[in-house]
């Protein structure tokens, strides 16, 4: 799977976590899917109800009314991204555990090291397997 993003989207999405340091922050990300490539088109970001710095709850209520407006522009949810702000860009147990589909990939962005790592991933059963992030210019 390839999941393709414009340099601007990704470094939005990076300042957006860096923003919620020491907090892990989260959001979704929608767009387009052909087969094996998925396009982003749109970043919804979500408030961590937990200020946490390793977990997340996002409001239920918050979730529907984004998953609505995604229906309403003929766009799909593609990936669920989470900063790491001490933590290598791999999911955790509990990140497989969580993670809502198979079909929707996990970003993670790592703000350990001064320079973030991002890194994309797809989840089937317990496993993880990293996909491709090609950045493209507008
Ligand atoms: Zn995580």
Same mark, same amino acid.
């Given at each position: ?9 990704? =470094?939005?999405?990076?300042? &957006?976590?860096? %923003? /919620?340091?020491?907090?892990? !922050? ?5 767009? =387009?899917? !052909?087969?094996?490539? &998925? ?6 970001? #979500? ?5 946490? !710095? #390793?977990?997340? &709850? ?13 229906? %309403? ?7 669920? #991204? ?6 290598? !860009?791999?999911?955790? #147990? %509990? =990140? ?6 198979? /079909? ?35």
């Amino acid at each position: 799977m390839k999941l393709y993003i414009t340099k601007k989207m990704l =470094d939005e999405i990076v300042k &957006y976590t860096k %923003q /919620k340091i020491p907090y892990e !922050a989260c959001g979704i990300l929608s767009g =387009d899917i !052909a087969e094996e490539n &998925y396009r982003v088109k749109r970043i919804w970001t #979500f408030e961590n109800e937990l200020s946490s !710095a #390793f977990k997340f &709850y996002v409001n239920k209520e918050k979730v529907k009314s984004v998953m609505s407006s995604i229906d %309403q522009l003929n766009e799909h949810l593609i990936v669920v #991204f989470h900063s790491h702000p001490t933590a290598h !860009a791999i999911p955790s #147990f %509990q =990140d497989i555990y969580y993670h809502i589909d198979s /079909k929707i990939l996990m970003m993670i962005i790592s703000l350990k090291e001064e320079i973030p790592d991002v890194k994309c991933y797809h989840i089937t059963g317990n496993k993880y397997v990293k996909c491709e992030l090609i950045t493209v210019e507008l």
